[in-house]
């Protein structure tokens, strides 16, 4: 590829640490025969930079994953596990496939490299502002399209509902929901874009704030109304977190832009130029559009179940699927990382960073694994039950969350390697192709179990499924494939031997997890001593193993820790 060396960013001057100084620029790469390029920012001040960001994401995601564990416990308390709660999850269905479609995995991946690209132009001193107009040119039609797509779903409520749950008991209580949470498709898409633009700017704190603002919308809207609305309440609560999700980072993103230099002419080979293609966003969504029909399938096959099937299907989920959230913060943090280090041309950066995303953010979550699965009637009797959600209803919940745990690392590998496929901002259909061969394997499984095995069955299904996904398309960035289009290209045999390694640690871990957390009859103690040895069992074991990046980042945990602790006794 041709390789553009690029000039360092000068600093900010507005002000603006919104959770983070400025990220060093990647480092750039000189062709032959040109001068020395810039001087490449030190590695430890980029690792500085990646540990304290790092910090601030996870701390906003852990509080935002602690008020939807809130969220839920308010839904159970209030509304239990039955059909009208049934009515509000499959409504709800469509607000989760635009969260991962607009904020999560869809426009961020799309975004985030255009943005990167324009800071790199902007950098090299190209006529214009290339952000201003990367924004202008991009921001209108989107918001168009977004509002176009929420009234259509308003419009399409009955059908929509009939096609999710075609054996829903109560029907017009799931359109009624339908209508007021398509609201939030328009603040989605708002919010993924201005999250995206942020992320680029290496600000973290106003997007990872997104999820408190939001699921603090539902939970007040829920208390203030559910007396009066029923589960209604909920919808409502969708739509006016999404606004909140908006509003949280209008402000700095307004500083983003406004304190640039105003742009000057831009040249008539610059107007030419359009900053994102068509085609790159098509193939992002349709991608997250994939894997979301994961959860269509789930809710269609639920849907013939007793009632509360969905319910208990939707508790487990959201209980494990901490773990996933937490470790692809690592990818939120280092995702423009990479797309600036192949916007400059640095393709082995990019490359490095990568395989360790891959085994720092499998850590994560197979210590989250663990925990789940030796600890799930715990904790679900910790979180629910009360009020309407019985002790019948926790059997039955924790029972299928140690079966939807089993997919856990599947759905974190595939988060992170999907954003190598797109991090050079050129469109790729692979990954749409691999995560359908997944959602057919999905499809298939669950068809076939869920009648002799109910719920669990469904979960089985969706583990094997992303499991699929995630092993194709670690295969497809493999180094030996020549001028590979993605920019990044990955040494598939030494990444599948370290992430053997932690595998093992973890496998070890929940064993003993669920032997000492089946030792007290107390569900808080239960849950203390079977999360505590998991995790401390998990960590010596990844020490003892050699676990690439262990040891680094109890390093890096001290430095943040020693820094922050510095600042304050000043």
Request: hydrophobic share 50%; aromatic share 6%.
């Given at each position: 590829?041709?390789?553009?060396?690029?000039?360092?960013?000068?600093?900010?001057?507005?002000?603006?640490?919104?959770?983070?100084?400025?990220?060093?620029?990647?480092?750039?790469?000189?062709?032959?025969?040109?001068?020395?390029?810039?001087?490449?920012?030190?590695?430890?001040?980029?690792?500085?930079?990646?540990?304290r960001?790092a910090?601030v994401?996870?701390?906003?995601?852990?509080?935002?994953?602690?008020?939807?564990?809130?969220?839920?416990?308010?839904?159970?308390?209030?509304?239990?596990?039955?059909?009208?709660?049934?009515?509000?999850?499959?409504?709800?269905?469509?607000?989760?496939?635009?969260?991962?479609?607009?904020?999560?995995?869809?426009?961020?991946?799309?975004?985030?490299?255009?943005?990167?690209?324009?800071?790199a132009?902007?950098?090299?001193?190209?006529?214009?502002?290339?952000?201003?107009?990367?924004?202008?040119?991009?921001?209108?039609?989107?918001?168009?399209?977004?509002?176009?797509?929420?009234?259509?779903?308003?419009?399409?409520?009955?059908?929509?509902?009939?096609?999710?749950?075609?054996?829903?008991?109560?029907?017009?209580?799931?359109?009624?929901?339908?209508?007021l949470?398509?609201?939030?498709?328009?603040?989605?898409?708002?919010?993924g874009?201005?999250?995206?633009?942020?992320?680029?700017?290496?600000?973290?704190?106003?997007?990872?704030?997104?999820?408190?603002?939001?699921?603090?919308?539902?939970?007040?809207?829920?208390?203030?109304l559910?007396?009066?609305?029923?589960?209604?309440?909920a919808?409502?609560?969708?739509a006016?977190?999404?606004?909140?999700?908006?509003?949280?980072?209008?402000?700095?993103?307004?500083?983003?832009?406004?304190?640039?230099?105003?742009?000057?002419?831009?040249?008539?080979?610059d107007?030419?130029?359009?900053?994102?293609?068509?085609?790159?966003?098509?193939?992002?969504?349709?991608?997250?559009?994939?894997?979301?029909?994961?959860?269509?399938?789930?809710?269609?096959?639920?849907?013939?179940?007793?009632?509360?099937?969905?319910?208990?299907?939707?508790?487990?989920?959201?209980?494990?699927?901490?773990?996933?959230?937490?470790?692809?913060?690592?990818?939120?943090?280092?995702?423009?990382?990479?797309?600036?280090?192949?916007?400059?041309?640095?393709?082995?950066?990019?490359?490095?960073?990568?395989?360790?995303?891959l085994?720092?953010?499998?850590?994560?979550?197979?210590?989250?694994?663990?925990?789940?699965?030796?600890?799930?009637?715990?904790?679900?009797?910790?979180?629910?039950?009360?009020?309407?959600?019985?002790?019948?209803?926790?059997?039955?919940?924790?029972?299928?969350?140690?079966?939807?745990?089993?997919?856990?690392?599947?759905?974190?590998?595939?988060?992170?390697?999907?954003?190598?496929?797109?991090?050079?901002?050129?469109?790729?259909?692979?990954?749409?192709?691999?995560?359908?061969?997944?959602?057919?394997?999905?499809?298939?499984?669950?068809?076939?179990?869920?009648?002799?095995?109910?719920?669990?069955?469904?979960?089985?299904?969706?583990?094997?499924?992303?499991?699929?996904?995630?092993?194709?398309?670690?295969?497809?960035?493999?180094?030996?494939?020549r001028?590979?289009?993605?920019?990044?290209?990955?040494?598939?045999?030494?990444?599948?031997?370290?992430?053997?390694?932690?595998?093992?640690?973890?496998?070890?871990?929940?064993?003993?997890?669920?032997?000492?957390?089946?030792?007290?009859?107390?569900?808080?103690?239960?849950?203390?001593?079977?999360?505590?040895?998991?995790?401390g069992?998990?960590?010596?074991?990844?020490?003892?193993?050699?676990?690439?990046?262990?040891?680094?980042?109890?390093?890096?945990?001290?430095?943040?820790?020693?820094r922050?602790?510095?600042?304050?006794?000043?």
């Amino acid at each position: 590829m041709t390789v553009v060396p690029s000039q360092t960013p000068a600093p900010d001057t507005d002000g603006d640490t919104d959770g983070a100084a400025s990220v060093p620029a990647a480092r750039a790469v000189t062709p032959a025969g040109a001068g020395p390029g810039p001087a490449p920012a030190p590695a430890s001040t980029s690792r500085k930079f990646l540990a304290r960001a790092a910090l601030v994401t996870a701390a906003l995601s852990i509080a935002g994953s602690l008020l939807g564990l809130v969220r839920d416990q308010s839904l159970a308390r209030l509304f239990g596990a039955g059909s009208d709660t049934d009515a509000f999850l499959v409504a709800w269905t469509v607000p989760e496939i635009a969260a991962t479609l607009l904020i999560e995995d869809g426009l961020a991946i799309a975004l985030i490299p255009a943005f990167s690209m324009a800071l790199a132009r902007r950098a090299r001193g190209e006529p214009g502002d290339p952000v201003r107009a990367l924004v202008a040119a991009t921001l209108p039609r989107l918001c168009l399209a977004f509002a176009a797509t929420a009234a259509l779903v308003a419009a399409a409520a009955p059908f929509l509902v009939q096609v999710l749950a075609p054996g829903l008991p109560d029907p017009g209580l799931a359109v009624d929901c339908t209508r007021l949470t398509a609201i939030s498709l328009l603040a989605f898409g708002i919010a993924g874009y201005c999250s995206a633009a942020l992320r680029a700017h290496r600000r973290f704190a106003a997007p990872g704030a997104i999820y408190v603002a939001y699921n603090t919308g539902i939970i007040a809207a829920m208390f203030l109304l559910g007396r009066t609305w029923g589960v209604r309440a909920a919808a409502v609560g969708v739509a006016v977190g999404g606004c909140l999700m908006v509003l949280v980072q209008l402000p700095s993103l307004w500083r983003q832009l406004a304190s640039r230099t105003p742009a000057v002419e831009r040249t008539a080979g610059d107007a030419q130029e359009r900053p994102v293609r068509l085609a790159l966003i098509a193939a992002v969504l349709l991608f997250a559009l994939c894997r979301q029909s994961q959860v269509l399938v789930e809710r269609f096959l639920a849907s013939s179940l007793p009632s509360g099937a969905i319910s208990h299907l939707n508790y487990a989920q959201k209980v494990a699927q901490i773990p996933m959230t937490l470790s692809l913060m690592v990818c939120t943090v280092t995702f423009p990382v990479v797309a600036r280090a192949l916007a400059d041309g640095d393709t082995e950066r990019a490359r490095d960073r990568v395989e360790r995303d891959l085994v720092l953010s499998s850590c994560v979550v197979l210590t989250g694994m663990g925990a789940v699965i030796a600890c799930a009637p715990q904790m679900i009797e910790l979180l629910f039950q009360r009020g309407a959600f019985t002790a019948g209803d926790t059997g039955a919940t924790s029972a299928v969350m140690r079966v939807y745990a089993l997919g856990l690392l599947g759905q974190t590998l595939v988060g992170t390697l999907v954003r190598s496929y797109f991090s050079a901002g050129r469109p790729s259909w692979y990954p749409l192709a691999v995560m359908g061969a997944g959602i057919t394997a999905t499809s298939v499984l669950g068809a076939v179990a869920v009648r002799p095995w109910g719920v669990a069955g469904i979960a089985a299904a969706n583990a094997f499924g992303i499991t699929v996904t995630a092993v194709l398309l670690l295969t497809g960035l493999r180094a030996s494939r020549r001028g590979s289009p993605y920019g990044v290209s990955l040494r598939v045999r030494p990444v599948l031997a370290e992430l053997s390694r932690p595998v093992l640690a973890a496998v070890v871990a929940t064993a003993v997890g669920s032997f000492a957390a089946s030792r007290f009859a107390s569900p808080v103690a239960g849950l203390a001593a079977g999360a505590l040895s998991v995790t401390g069992v998990f960590a010596a074991l990844c020490l003892a193993l050699g676990v690439q990046g262990s040891a680094s980042a109890v390093r890096s945990v001290r430095t943040v820790t020693r820094r922050l602790t510095h600042g304050r006794s000043h």
